[in-house]
């Protein structure tokens, strides 16, 4: 067995003491003589698992008591209509566009109302986070939407937007858990599990209590209304149960290395030992204005496609995989992930290193 | 490691072969570097392990050109939306209601328009299949809905409904590749997997092409139109990746075995172990109409509530596991789907035999 360094940008690396544990599980989960697979979600075992999970998230980053946190399938994809279906009262809602998945999450708010876009860094292929102190947020807006880390262009969100009073939504897929947040800025928080905490075919939502009620849109599905899954405690019918066996593990994992605090100060070192690779170097460089940079994903060029290219291929053949840049920006992205060891950066970076050398 | 035999409903049991050979690649895919978990739904090998399942599914079905199979998210309880949101262009639907899962889906097709009940056993608690050979099938339906195998109740649709021309919209999930099915008779078939095929969190629609378009109801979801997810090969977001490959494992084993036919036999042979023993018992009897019984779950009771209760407490100290039966009807149900080995029926014949000799 050898592993690779994976920088997938989704679904990404996982941690291996969690992967190595659900193994040794699989045929018979702690003496319960079943795979959590085949267990029934209404049993006590894995009644045990979906709530730790919650517990162990909760403590992780603190959600206060007035926050439900919901376990949904679907996708980050089917949380872009859940959003508007659940929240859209006034049928108004103020987007901000920093990439691709924000302007999807927008398309599907218009299928149900006035969605507007208030700030946009479309102008510069994304590559940088807009000013957001002071926007002409909507008097009726239901709420102001961002993605807060953007996955394919790697910005970040560093301040939240001044939303004016209204309820924050957002997407962080590809930033969840990375670091401490104040979830108490937030209206909802959703991401999907694929990147920083599990297998795809779970979306966590973070939801504030009173946003979860009764008055959907019309024409809501059932299992869209976040009301249905928050009265079942996610239970509502059969959830991805084996995808929140291995969120659960993750968290527990994340409490292991000293929870977020630590995962950010690690984040940080791991992410400032390639950026100041790229601003030092001639061959590379990224993408991102210096300010709004992703800890998460890490877009760069040579400036030459074929070089990319090259760079690509031979970074694969080095143990180095899935460097490609995202197929509507090309050039290289490396999604440096909680659970990308900093010994997987080093190698990347010593990785490129050589590679300039022999292209210079 | 003990396993034991486990006749939950959903999740249910999974081939040990499965189980096994997924342990043995948690790491290490083959040579990848890493888990399916880790993997890009865009990389080489996740391609080939979602084609692969395609073709092993569509080979063991007999399914034609003009079928397309999609993997989707959401569990069946998501498609009880999704089918009249993509069916309902009269705003009319005739279901059949044969158990808590028609009617529930039933319930969900009167959020979107004239879902109208053509036939029910809801006057004798679900025990049998309503005669369906001359029904008063609505002019203008757009589908006729059934639930072809009852989970709770024990019931299975051995002759399908006369739709009189209708396209016939059939759930399932609990009878997925138990038998060989004729496609050509259904315009839409569709399950969860979490009972015959795999982990929760994936289910399999099967629908015939023309049944796929962009001609849904206003307001339906992205993620909801079956088109979606047809023109991006069940690609158009991140898909519940594992799910899929442990589906793909099943197909491979359910070839392995014989196909469906074999499969058919054996599951015949299985139930008539059961129900054999059930007819022949003077404490136990079935609450099935012979005629209508189905070969997966085999409800039965006492006629007493402590007796059933001891029943089950004893069972599972003997390793025979989930026989409880569902919470909405009590007595016992003993599921015994593909996965559950013939030696798992014996055991809990020889344990009934065992238990009602002490008991007389
Ligand atoms: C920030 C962000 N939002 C949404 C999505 C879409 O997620 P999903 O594939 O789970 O629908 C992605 C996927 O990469 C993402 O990075
Ligand atoms: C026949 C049938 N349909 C639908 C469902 C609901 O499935 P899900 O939990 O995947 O939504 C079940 C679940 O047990 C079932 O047995
Ligand atoms: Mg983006
Ligand atoms: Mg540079
Ligand atoms: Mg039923
Ligand atoms: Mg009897």
Not at 104 to 125: N, P, Q
Not at 143 to 163: A, D
Not at 175 to 200: H, R, W
Request: glycine fraction near 8%; aromatic fraction near 10%.
């Amino acid at each position: 067995m050898a592993r690779v360094y994976n920088f997938s940008a989704g679904p990404a690396v996982l941690p291996e003491e969690v992967l190595a544990e659900a193994a040794s599980e699989m045929l018979d989960y702690r003496g319960s003589g079943m795979s959590v697979m085949e267990m029934s979600h209404r049993s006590k075992p894995f009644g045990e698992i979906i709530e730790n999970a919650e517990a162990d998230l909760r403590e992780l980053v603190g959600i206060p008591e007035n926050y439900r946190v919901l376990f949904l399938q679907g996708g980050a994809s089917q949380q872009f209509a859940a959003v508007p279906m659940n929240l859209m009262r006034n049928r108004v809602a103020d987007y901000i566009i920093t990439g691709a998945w924000a302007k999807k999450a927008f398309k599907e708010a218009k299928i149900y109302g006035d969605a507007r876009v208030i700030a946009s860094s479309e102008d510069e292929t994304f590559s940088y986070i807009p000013d957001c102190s002071d926007l002409d947020v909507s008097p009726d807006a239901d709420y102001v939407y961002i993605c807060e880390n953007n996955t394919i262009y790697g910005t970040k969100f560093h301040t939240l937007p001044n939303t004016k009073g209204k309820d924050l939504v957002a997407d962080v897929s590809s930033c969840f858990l990375s670091e401490p947040v104040d979830i108490t800025k937030y209206g909802v928080m959703y991401g999907g599990a694929q990147k920083n905490i599990g297998p795809a075919g779970v979306v966590i939502s973070i939801i504030r209590e009173d946003l979860i009620t009764d008055d959907v849109l019309e024409g809501t599905p059932t299992m869209l209304k976040w009301k249905t899954q928050a009265d079942a405690n996610s239970l509502y019918n059969t959830p991805p149960a084996y995808g929140i066996y291995i969120c659960g593990k993750v968290f527990k994992w994340l409490k292991d290395q000293g929870g977020l605090e630590a995962m950010q100060k690690r984040n940080q070192e791991k992410a400032a030992l390639l950026y100041d690779f790229l601003d030092a170097s001639k061959l590379f460089r990224g993408t991102v204005r210096k300010a709004d940079r992703s800890l998460m994903n890490v877009p760069f060029v040579t400036g030459d496609a074929d070089l990319d290219a090259a760079f690509v291929a031979e970074a694969k053949a080095a143990g180095l995989e899935n460097l490609k840049g995202h197929r509507s920006v090309g050039g290289m992205r490396a999604s440096i992930y909680n659970a990308m060891p900093r010994a997987g950066v080093e190698a990347l970076v010593a990785f490129m290193d050589k590679f300039e050398q022999a292209h210079s």
